[in-house]
C-alpha cells in the first residue's frame, strides 16, 4: 500500500529526498510517518506528520531531515541532510495512529539508503 523511493548511495554529509507513494488518498490519512531499520537493529520512528502539518521528529534527525506531504502530488517526502553513517538503513513509509506510533502489520516496498564514502 505504501511505497518508498529514492534512496542510493550518499555521501557522508550529503542529501537526498525519500518520496512515499500509496494507492488511497494521502488526503484521507490524518498521521504518516518514516521508519527505518538498520541492519540487526529494531524499526524504529524517523519523523511523523499530521494533516495539520504537526510534525514530529526523531531526537537523531532534529535540524537535519523535514518531512513533508503533499496533497496535490499525493504523496510524503523525507528531505535527508547532512547525512552520516549511522543514518543507513532501509527507509519504509507507513499511516500511523500517532505522531509517536510505530505502525504494525505489513509494510510496504522501503528504499535502501546507504551513506559511505
Known amino acids: 500500500q505504501f511505497v518508498a523511493s529514492g534512496g542510493g548511495l550518499v555521501q557522508p554529509g550529503g542529501s537526498t529526498t525519500l518520496s512515499c507513494a500509496t494507492s488511497?488518498?494521502?488526503?484521507?490519512?490524518?498521521?504518516m510517518g518514516w521508519y527505518r531499520q538498520a541492519p540487526g537493529k529494531e524499526r524504529e520512528l524517523v519523523a511523523a506528520?499530521?494533516?495539520?502539518?504537526?510534525?514530529n521528529l526523531g531526537p537523531f534527525v532534529v535540524g537535519r531531515f523535514v518531512i513533508s506531504r503533499d496533497v496535490d502530488q499525493n504523496k510524503l517526502f523525507l528531505r535527508m541532510t547532512m547525512l552520516r553513517p549511522e543514518d543507513t538503513a532501509v527507509y519504509y513509509c507507513?499511516?500511523?495512529?500517532?505522531?509517536?506510533?510505530?505502525?504494525?502489520?505489513?509494510w510496504g516496498q522501503g528504499t535502501q539508503v546507504i551513506v559511505s564514502s
Open positions: 506528520i499530521t494533516s495539520d502539518e504537526v510534525v
Open positions: 507507513h499511516s500511523t495512529p500517532t505522531l509517536f506510533t510505530i505502525p504494525t502489520g505489513s
Open positions: 488511497g488518498s494521502i488526503s484521507a490519512i490524518d498521521v
